[in-house]
């Protein structure tokens, strides 16, 4: 399987909104609002998987914060990304793999990738939220669990991960 990294641009929405709602919940996936905002402002931050015919097939997105976990007012605007430092987040919306690419392990990949860019952006780490029973695959590709989180997103219980750099 040959797949590559790019960013997003505004005409792969349709494919994204439709690898969105394949991973997710009504309640916790995106609005398409959502991820227009989250492609213009912080495509720096927004890592597309593509297969080789260069269609999406899977994406992490996240702002980078200050802080060391996710807060609820994250889902509800998007603000620009500073140039350096600061934890790259992702969200809880935005790691996802279309159906037909699980279990290939590209997620893992764009994990790593994802972390290499953050280096090289001198982020502090790679913060997240996640299901518990997400919490294997994240302590595989490295992450550990700081306790459960203080976001009520989709009313779901949700645990902050972290991957120090």
């Known amino acids: 399987m040959n797949f590559s990294f790019r960013r997003p641009l505004i005409q792969d929405l349709e494919q994204i909104m439709e690898i969105e709602r394949s991973g997710f919940s009504p309640a916790e996936a995106a609005s398409k609002e959502a991820m227009i905002e989250r ?45 350096t430092g600061g934890y790259q987040t992702i969200t809880i919306l ?24 953050s280096r090289e952006a001198e982020r502090i780490g790679l913060t997240l939220t996640c299901l518990k029973e997400l919490i294997p695959f994240y302590e595989k590709n490295g992450y550990q669990v700081e306790g459960i989180s203080s976001s009520q997103h989709a009313g779901e219980i949700w645990y902050d991960l972290v991957l120090d750099l």
């Open 39 to 83: 492609i213009q402002v912080i495509n720096d931050s927004f890592l597309l998987v593509v297969n080789e015919d260069d269609q999406p097939i899977g994406y992490a997105v996240g702002p980078v914060i200050p802080e060391r976990y996710l807060y609820d007012e994250l889902f509800e605007k998007t603000v620009p990304n500073p140039s």
């Open 94 to 117: 935005s790691l996802v793999v279309a159906p037909a690419y699980q279990k290939l392990g590209i997620a893992s990949t764009l994990l790593t990738e994802l972390a290499q860019r």
